[in-house]
């Protein structure tokens, strides 16, 4: 990347370092929030991220002598290595909390800790803001150095958390970040700054070197000590990625572990316990080949689909601990494909504790694939005779985003239209979720309302749906068994005797009817009446709102927020927390600011730019949002929502910003930039849908050039306005802090409101809301053009305010990510 020649090349490479590092950072934290707490916590690391970034600035803003021009590699190198420690020391303090508090006042001391997690993103603004706004402006090439940097940040940490533990990772970005600040002044006359730089990134990297030799060792080290109200110990392996950590312990001989059994199990077996950040959990029971030692498995309400079609072919969608595959092998499949998602669980079964499992992968008639369920199915030709769907939910936020969870487009009428599709004639789908009919009925109501939508759009007539679905419940357990093609009445009435001899309770069937709502769903007349009238919200949800577990009216958590925070439902409890916070920050940022420049300046120079980088912060986002969200099943794998979609997104954003030079575009030139920026966003919000439907058979390698085909063109336009603002409005100097508070606050506000209108409108609607926003910002160009064509009045420079001609542009926070999908300010 060429520097301007104002500007030291060693700049471009300190933002570059910074903004990787503090992204990368980011998404440990939502991991940490995620195993100690719960997965909707990880939704406050992207809130903490943000409100840190605009800290650091207003300092700046607030502080101009101390942060002048002739300052910037000083303050720069301190506020690194200040970035560096604050990181390192908020993990440490928020890892070791549990240890000091008692058990009682855990929670609480963990909260508060987590707002240390503020400090080292301030310091982190505070650098990015002294090179974007005290540097001479040079176009938008130092801007595209922080959102390459923030690309490599998301990369890089998928490949880093493969070879170190999270702490680990935490000691080298501070020990880089040092380092970037001490490359700034090494060659300078500050010995104070290098001298405090150099240190830290010293004795970091050194840290992290004997860490990571620990781990690797197997040694005792620094970890996670306790999670979710319980100490961690007895660890037998421990596996981060950037979506889950795994985990096993030992269990002993004990009963076994089930969570529908109609009987109690009357003999003990050798079993592990394997959990998915410290909550989800499944177990690895110890196999030797004798299938008789595992009758017990027939009790299990989750294997009735065994008793009412027994299949030669089936398909377990989500491994676990192999128990599953171990039913499919007691009741006779022949050929089994077991699915799992997630590399560290596919480890435990293959590798770390794989003879103990009796070696699953090497039974005959098994094959275990690592992949996500959907994609392989859709770009696969097996067909089978059953595939089984069996409680999962990992609970496990996903760095993409602290609601998005990877379970979540498992449960949608289109993913059940992908597993029809890959049925044999009179193939079973078996779905197992929780359910008490008193307390916790939502989820089931849910499966059957999918279960009607997507037989109907398979082409079963509304009036015959009943004779296609099944459900049986034992414990706190319901199965709920579906087939494209009818049950005859013989092979229901044998399926339904075979049923009730296991213990089996069938609350739903061809002539067995449930309550009048499944009555209702079943008919195929439940409209959007039928299902507003409903207590909870149960419509079947599709992958435009894969939001299955939340079936809470989000007008409910203000009207009766006590009974609305129940189950699952608590994380959108979470997200409205979020919503009035991020609000309360835009009114403290945006407002307050605005009023005061209001009684200084004419509203008519005020409100076009506060409006401009406003619109820019909220469109970004909710654009970024819905594409993570449409993308992430479509590619395959979670990872991929960092890997392909927001790299993508940053690195031709980053491109499209080097494009924009030092001084406004001529008249031609931004009507070209305009037009190409909504054409791109509508193209891309008409065709990700319908390209990826129309290439979702296709080759992992060809997904990803469709899926770069999409997110390209937008994002090199999104990335253009950004510093195409810069370039009109910098001459009013005094705008530009405000400005970019005004840009990463409702940024902030964006991440939380694009969960929101996903879960209450569908993901469409916030795509659409995201390019209207863009449609704003094209509106103030326009008339900033017009404004340009007259006198456009200066504000007089108060003190502390930067000079015109040094006015490089608005503080820009690195992009980090979260929520369903990543924070990303631009």
């Not at 939502?30 to 997965?39: E, G």
């Not at 910003?657 to 891309?684: D, F, K, N």
């Not at 504000?795 to 992009?815: H, K, N, R, Y």
Request: proline share 6%; hydrophobic share 50%; glycine share 8%.
């Amino acid at each position: 990347m060429p520097a301007n020649p104002a500007i030291s090349g060693r700049y471009y490479l300190a933002i570059f370092v910074l903004a990787c590092a503090t992204l990368a950072f980011q998404i440990l934290i939502t991991r940490f929030f995620s195993v100690m707490l719960y997965y909707h916590f990880a939704f406050a690391a992207i809130s903490l991220a943000m409100l840190g970034l605009t800290r650091g600035a207003m300092e700046v803003y607030n502080n101009a002598e101390r942060f002048s021009t002739e300052a910037v590699a000083r303050e720069f190198a301190r506020h690194a290595a200040w970035f560096a420690l604050s990181g390192v020391g908020a993990m440490i303090a928020f890892l070791c909390v549990p240890l000091v508090v008692p058990n009682a006042l855990v929670p609480g001391a963990l909260a508060l800790a987590a707002l240390a997690f503020v400090i080292p993103f301030s310091n982190s603004g505070v650098c990015i803001t002294l090179l974007l706004t005290r540097l001479p402006y040079s176009g938008g090439w130092l801007y595209a150095a922080d959102l390459t940097g923030a690309a490599l940040g998301c990369l890089g940490i998928i490949f880093a958390l493969l070879v170190v533990d999270p702490v680990s990772a935490t000691l080298w970005l501070g020990a880089f970040s040092a380092g970037a600040g001490w490359m700034v002044v090494r060659s300078g006359s500050d010995f104070g700054a290098r001298r405090l730089s150099g240190a830290v990134a010293a004795t970091l990297a050194a840290a992290a070197a004997l860490h990571t030799g620990l781990d690797v060792a197997g040694k005792s080290h620094l970890g996670v000590f306790w999670a979710k109200g319980h100490e961690q110990k007895e660890t037998l392996f421990e596996r981060w990625n950037t979506y889950s950590r795994v985990r096993v312990r030992p269990l002993g001989e004990t009963v076994p572990f089930g969570w529908g059994f109609v009987r109690e199990p009357q003999v003990k077996i050798e079993q592990k316990l394997l959990d998915i950040d410290a909550d989800a959990a499944t177990v690895i029971t110890r196999f030797d080949g004798d299938l008789g030692k595992l009758s017990y498995l027939k009790d299990d309400v989750i294997n009735a689909a065994y008793l009412v079609q027994p299949p030669k072919d089936a398909a377990i969608i989500g491994v676990g601990g192999g128990r599953d595959i171990l039913s499919a092998l007691l009741f006779g499949a022949e050929r089994i494909r077991g699915i799992e998602i997630n590399p560290a669980i596919f480890e435990v079964l293959t590798d770390k504790f794989a003879k103990f499992s009796g070696h699953l992968d090497r039974q005959p008639g098994v094959s275990l694939i690592n992949a996500e369920a959907r994609s392989y199915i859709n770009h696969s030709s097996d067909r089978y005779d059953l595939v089984q769907i069996s409680l999962i939910d990992t609970w496990a936020a996903t760095a993409a985003g602290g609601l998005t969870l990877t379970e979540n487009r498992l449960y949608t009428v289109d993913a059940w239209g992908d597993f029809y599709r890959a049925l044999k004639p009179g193939g079973l789908l078996s779905i197992s979720r929780w359910y008490d009919p008193k307390e916790y009925s939502g989820e089931f109501y849910r499966l059957v309302a999918i279960a009607a939508e997507a037989l109907q759009r398979h082409g079963v007539a509304p009036a015959e749906i009943g004779r296609h679905v099944i459900a049986v419940t034992g414990g706190p357990i319901v199965t709920v068994i579906t087939r494209p093609d009818a049950f005859t009445d013989a092979e229901w009435q044998g399926a339904r005797a075979r049923l009730a001899a296991q213990g089996f309770k069938v609350i739903l069937g061809p002539d067995v009817a449930f309550d009048g709502v499944t009555s209702t769903l079943l008919s195929g007349k439940a409209d959007a009446a039928f299902f507003a009238s409903l207590p909870e919200n149960v419509a079947p949800s599709t992958d435009d709102s894969p939001f299955f577990f939340f079936t809470q009216r989000l007008s409910k958590f203000i009207t009766q927020p006590s009974t609305a925070v129940t189950n699952n439902n608590v994380a959108i409890s979470m997200v409205l927390l979020m919503l009035a916070v991020a609000l309360a920050a835009c009114a403290y940022y945006i407002v307050v600011p605005f009023v005061q420049l209001a009684q200084r300046m004419p509203l008519s120079t005020l409100s076009p730019p506060v409006l401009y980088f406003s619109a820019i912060g909220l469109g970004f986002m909710l654009i970024e949002i819905a594409q993570m969200q449409r993308l992430m099943v479509f590619l395959g794998h979670p990872v991929y929502g960092l890997s392909v979609v927001l790299f993508t997104i940053l690195i031709f954003s980053g491109i499209g910003s080097a494009t924009v030079g030092a001084h406004p575009p001529g008249r031609g030139a931004m009507i070209g930039r305009s037009a190409a920026l909504l054409v791109t966003l509508a193209a891309a919000g008409v065709l990700t849908p319908l390209v990826t439907t129309w290439t979702r058979s296709e080759a992992t390698d060809v997904r990803i050039l469709v899926s770069i085909a999409l997110l390209a063109p937008p994002a090199f336009c999104m990335g253009m306005m950004f510093p195409l603002g810069l370039s009109l409005w910098r001459r009013n100097a005094e705008l530009l802090p405000f400005l970019w508070s005004a840009n990463g606050i409702t940024s902030m506000l964006a991440s939380v409101l694009g969960v929101a209108l996903s879960i209450q409108f569908g993901i469409a609607s916030t795509y659409a809301l995201g390019a209207g926003l863009y449609l704003v910002c094209v509106a103030m160009l326009a008339f900033r053009r017009e404004q340009n064509g007259t006198a456009v009045p200066v504000v007089e420079q108060g003190p502390g305010l930067v000079p015109d001609e040094t006015a490089a542009g608005v503080p820009v926070a690195p992009p980090p990510t979260g929520a369903p999908a990543p924070a990303t300010v631009k």
